[in-house]
């Protein structure tokens, strides 16, 4: 039996999605194909938001390659908290949790449909979050079972689909976009990582995949373009060594482009939220 919605018996219908308490907002940040740097900017969007002065979880869904461990510099495991209740650690003001936690090392998992709804299950509802303003959900790359189980499960406020500038990226983001709108998910908008290189030498921008695909493919979806994240060796860096470069401030010249690109994304969701008539939050 599959996990998806078709195909349940009638009578037994998947239970409608439920809000997590005190969670305010669940973005979900999706690629359609993976190498495009998606969990950097998950990473870097959940720590410039907690900067900006919000309360935010990470949750990394993607079970397949679980990086945020790496990128947080971080790898303690989460402690259990009365019968079932999964105590999230904190990192940088984030509170995270992530299937790297629980199965340390380099070992491939290899996770079938049920199982991987059972764990997406868990970490939302299992997991002691408290009070969040925001919730940032890490997905695998492409278009498969980890969405699903997670539109089935909460409702997202918002997903966000990260691509670069080249046409077999862009390719996928179109794929993306038809997923996210096919199991009916706001998408706040397109972001264009490794969109162009400054020259360190001349400070010159350089076009090397051809930039501003991501906003023409926004453009011909009518969804927002968020912004373009430069292709920078310092952001790959600091994210390798576990303190992604938002740390640095959003003074920082690496790191201005990350913190536009939460800013809109505050915008968005208020933008959505007001659509739906639900809770707007206040940038602060």
Excluded at 57 to 68: E, F, K, M, T
Excluded at 88 to 94: I, K, S, T, V, W
Excluded at 137 to 164: K, N, Y
């Amino acid at each position: 039996m599959s996990s998806h919605t078709h195909g349940h018996p009638p009578g037994q219908a998947p239970a409608a999605p439920q809000p997590l308490p005190g969670v305010i907002s669940i973005i979900a940040v999706g690629s359609g194909k993976g190498g495009v740097g998606k969990t950097t900017l998950a990473v870097n969007l959940a720590i410039a938001l907690a900067r900006l002065g919000f309360k935010v979880g990470l949750l990394d869904a993607d079970v397949y390659g679980p990086n945020v461990p790496l990128m947080l510099g971080t790898s303690v495991a989460p402690s259990v908290v009365g019968e079932d209740r999964i105590l999230p650690p904190e990192r940088y003001g984030l509170k995270v949790i992530s299937v790297g936690f629980l199965s340390p090392g380099d070992k491939p998992l290899v996770w079938r449909g049920p199982m991987l709804h059972s764990i997406i299950k868990q970490f939302l509802g299992q997991v002691e979050w408290g009070q969040l303003d925001y919730l940032v959900v890490d997905l695998p790359p492409g278009t498969g079972d980890v969405v699903i189980s997670l539109v089935q499960t909460v409702p997202l406020s918002g997903a966000i689909v990260v691509t670069t500038p080249s046409d077999v990226s862009l390719q996928d983001a179109r794929k993306a976009i038809e997923m996210f709108r096919q199991v009916k998910v706001d998408i706040l908008g397109i972001v264009e990582n490794m969109s162009y290189f400054i020259c360190p030498h001349c400070q010159h921008e350089i076009d090397v995949f051809s930039k501003g695909g991501g906003e023409r493919t926004a453009k011909q979806f009518g969804v927002p373009f968020l912004g373009s994240i430069e292709l920078d060796p310092d952001i790959r860096k600091a994210g390798d060594s576990g303190a992604p470069i938002v740390l640095e401030g959003d003074q920082s010249p690496h790191a201005r482009s990350l913190f536009k690109f939460a800013r809109h994304v505050i915008d968005r969701i208020s933008e959505v939220q007001a659509e739906s008539g639900g809770s707007v939050i206040e940038i602060q």
